[in-house]
C-alpha cells in the first residue's frame, strides 16, 4: 500500500470512527454490523430498539462482538425520558423532582442506579444529564428534564448526577450546550432563537455545564439553538465559536463533543444530514449522533460528504483525525459492562423492562410526593371530592419523550408489590375516566359535579386550557394536577407534580388513595 493509499484508508477509518447512527429494530442489523467492523465509532440506542433488559443486553453483545472498542450509547435521562424503560414509564424521580427534593446524595444516587442498570445492559454512554437551566416556563422541549429555574441549584445537581452515573463507569454527556432552557421552540421541529447576550449567558446557562465539567463529565452534548449575539452564522453545533471558544477555550473542556441528533430539523431541516456532518465535524463536533432511524445509504452519503469536504480544504483532515482521536480514548477509558444482568431485572425478564422489585420502595414514593406543589389544596379538595370525575388530557409529547406511559397511567401498569400501592391503583382505575386531546370537541363530555383534571403542561396548550374553562363556566367544580413544568397561571396547576415518571405516578397515586372517603 502507497503512502498516498495508507494516508486515505486512515482518513476513511477517521470519518467511520465520528459516526453514531441510531437504527430501526432490536436487533442488530446485518449493515450496521458490517460498518462496525470496518470501524464505525458506535450507535445509539432510543425506545424503539428496547424490548427488555435481557434483549438490549443481546443487542448490546452483538455491537461489541463485531467492534469491541464502539460507543453504545443511549437516552436515558432518568425521568420523562426514558428508553430502558419506555414501555412501562421510568422508575426514577426524574431532573426536576431532584431539584425541588434538593439532596445531592439522593441526586447522585438515583444517577449511579440509572448507571449500574446501564452498565449491566452493556451502554458504555448516557446521553445525560440535562443541565439546562429551564428558565422560560413556556419550554416546549426542556420543562422536568431541567434540574430547574435557579442556576446555582441546577449546577450542583448536575454535578452530583455526573459524578454518580460516571462512578458505575457510565460516561456522562452533560446536554444542551450552551442552554437549552431560555427556548420556546422544539429544536426537533424548528431552529430555535435564544437572543441571550454573552453576560447573560455565562451567569445563566454556562455554570452547570461548568459544574458537570469540574465533576469530570466525559463528553458534553451540543444543540441546535441559534444564538445570534455569539454567533448569527448557525446553531450552536456548527458554531466554531461557541464549541471552540466557550466549551473548549472559555470552560476548559477537554473531553469528546457529541451533537445532538443530526435528523433534527434545528441541524439538517434546510441542509440535509450529509451537509450537517459536515458542518459539525468543522466546527469542533467529535463524536456525532446521525439520528433515531438511520439507514446503510444515509451512512454512505455522510461518508462521500466528509471525504469532499476533506478534498476541498472546506474540512482540514487534522480535525478529522482530532475527533477520532478522541472518540478512541472515550471507547478505551471505558469498562466492560458487567458479566450478567442483576437480580432486579431478571424476574420477570420475558417480559419486561424491569422486575417489580426494581420499583422503589414506599419511603422514596413518600419522599417524591413531598416535593411536589400544592399537596394541602389537593388533600383539601380530593377529601370534599372523593369521587371526582378524571379527565385525562392527552397533549402530544415532544419527540424526545415520545409516547411511554405518563403518570398515574404509567403507575397503574405494573405498581409497585406494597399493598398499599395495588390499592391506589386499584382505586383509581375505578374512577370514571375520560380521555380529551386536542381533537375532543369542547366543552368536554363530563357530567359530573367535580372533575379532577390531569395533564401535562396543561397551561402551554390552549385547548386544555379552553376546556377547563369551560369546565368551570359550566358550574362544574375543577382541580388541575400538571405533571409537566407548570406556567405562572395556576389555575391549570393546582397540583404540580414537576414530572411524569412511574415513579412521580405512584407517588400521585398515594396522595390520592390517602384521602378520606
Same mark, same amino acid.
Given at each position: ?159 452530583a448526577w455526573v ?86 477555550g472559555q470552560l ?39 439520528g433515531t432511524e ?28 482530532? %475527533? &477520532? /482521536?478522541?472518540?478512541? #480514548?472515550? @471507547?478505551?477509558?471505558?469498562? $466492560? ?5 442483576? =437480580?432486579?431485572? !431478571? ?62 397511567? %404509567? &403507575? /397503574?401498569?405494573?405498581? #409497585?408489590? @406494597?399493598?398499599?400501592?395495588? $390499592? ?5 382505575? =375505578?374512577?370514571? !375516566? ?84
Amino acid at each position: 500500500m502507497s503512502g498516498a493509499d495508507h494516508s486515505a484508508d486512515q482518513l476513511l477509518r477517521d470519518i467511520r470512527a465520528t459516526l453514531m447512527p441510531g437504527f430501526v429494530g432490536t436487533t442488530l442489523p446485518a449493515w450496521l454490523e458490517r460498518r462496525l467492523t470496518d470501524g464505525l465509532g458506535g450507535v445509539a440506542i432510543f425506545g424503539g430498539n428496547v424490548e427488555s433488559l435481557p434483549q438490549l443486553r443481546a443487542l448490546t453483545d452483538a455491537v461489541r462482538a463485531a467492534r469491541p472498542e464502539a460507543v453504545i450509547a443511549i437516552d436515558e435521562e432518568g425521568g420523562d425520558v426514558t428508553r430502558l424503560f419506555y414501555a412501562e414509564g421510568s422508575p426514577y424521580p426524574g431532573n426536576a423532582v431532584l431539584g425541588r427534593i434538593d439532596d445531592l446524595d439522593y441526586t447522585a444516587e438515583v444517577a449511579a442506579r440509572v448507571g449500574r442498570t446501564l452498565r449491566s445492559v452493556g451502554c458504555t454512554l448516557t446521553m445525560a444529564p440535562d443541565v439546562d437551566v429551564n428558565s422560560n416556563p413556556h419550554n416546549p422541549v426542556i420543562g422536568v428534564r431541567s434540574f430547574g429555574a435557579d442556576t446555582g441549584l441546577a449546577a450542583r445537581h448536575s454535578a452530583a448526577w455526573v459524578r454518580g452515573v460516571q462512578s458505575t463507569g457510565i460516561a456522562a454527556c452533560p446536554k444542551h450546550f450552551p442552554g437549552h432552557g431560555d427556548t420556546a421552540q422544539d429544536s426537533h421541529l424548528a431552529l430555535p432563537i435564544v437572543d441571550a447576550s454573552p453576560e447573560l449567558l455565562v451567569a445563566r446557562d454556562l455554570p452547570p455545564f461548568s459544574a458537570a465539567i469540574d465533576a469530570g463529565a466525559l463528553c458534553i452534548m451540543t444543540s441546535h439553538i441559534l444564538l445570534p449575539q455569539i454567533d448569527p452564522h448557525g446553531p450552536a453545533t456548527f458554531s466554531t465559536s461557541i464549541l471552540q471558544g466557550l466549551l473548549r477555550g472559555q470552560l476548559g473542556f477537554a473531553g469528546v463533543i457529541v451533537s445532538d441528533a443530526l435528523d433534527m430539523r434545528g441541524a439538517s431541516g434546510e441542509i440535509g444530514i450529509p451537509a450537517a456532518a459536515v458542518r459539525a465535524l468543522t466546527a469542533g463536533c467529535d463524536l456525532l449522533c446521525i439520528g433515531t432511524e438511520n439507514t446503510d445509504d444515509e451512512l454512505a452519503e455522510i461518508e462521500a460528504a466528509v471525504l469532499r469536504a476533506v478534498s476541498s480544504d472546506r474540512l482540514p483532515a487534522v480535525r478529522v483525525h482530532e %475527533a &477520532a /482521536a478522541r472518540v478512541r #480514548a472515550l @471507547s478505551s477509558a471505558l469498562p $466492560a459492562p458487567v458479566d450478567e444482568l442483576p =437480580a432486579a431485572g !431478571l424476574a420477570e425478564a420475558e417480559s419486561s423492562t424491569a422486575a417489580s422489585s426494581d420499583f422503589p420502595g414506599e419511603d422514596e414514593v413518600q419522599r417524591v410526593l413531598a416535593s411536589f406543589d400544592g399537596v394541602p389544596e389537593a388533600h383539601a379538595w380530593l377529601a370534599a371530592h372523593p369521587r371526582a370525575t378524571i379527565v385525562r388530557v392527552d397533549t402530544e409529547a415532544n419527540i424526545a419523550v415520545g409516547v411511554a406511559p405518563w403518570g398515574p397511567f %404509567a &403507575a /397503574a401498569l405494573r405498581p #409497585a408489590d @406494597s399493598a398499599k400501592a395495588q $390499592a391506589s391503583a386499584a382505586d383509581f382505575l =375505578a374512577r370514571r !375516566l375520560v380521555t380529551v386531546d386536542a381533537e375532543t370537541p369542547i366543552p368536554w363530555e363530563c357530567d359530573a359535579s367535580a372533575v379532577m383534571v390531569l395533564g401535562r403542561d396543561l397551561h402551554r396548550h390552549e385547548f386544555a386550557r379552553d376546556g377547563i374553562d369551560a369546565l368551570r363556566e359550566h358550574g362544574v367544580s375543577v382541580f388541575t394536577i400538571d405533571t409537566g413544568w407548570p406556567g405562572h397561571d395556576r389555575g391549570y396547576a393546582g397540583l404540580a407534580t414537576y414530572g411524569a415518571s412511574r415513579l412521580v405516578g405512584a407517588a400521585l397515586l398515594s396522595l390520592v388513595q390517602e384521602d378520606p372517603r
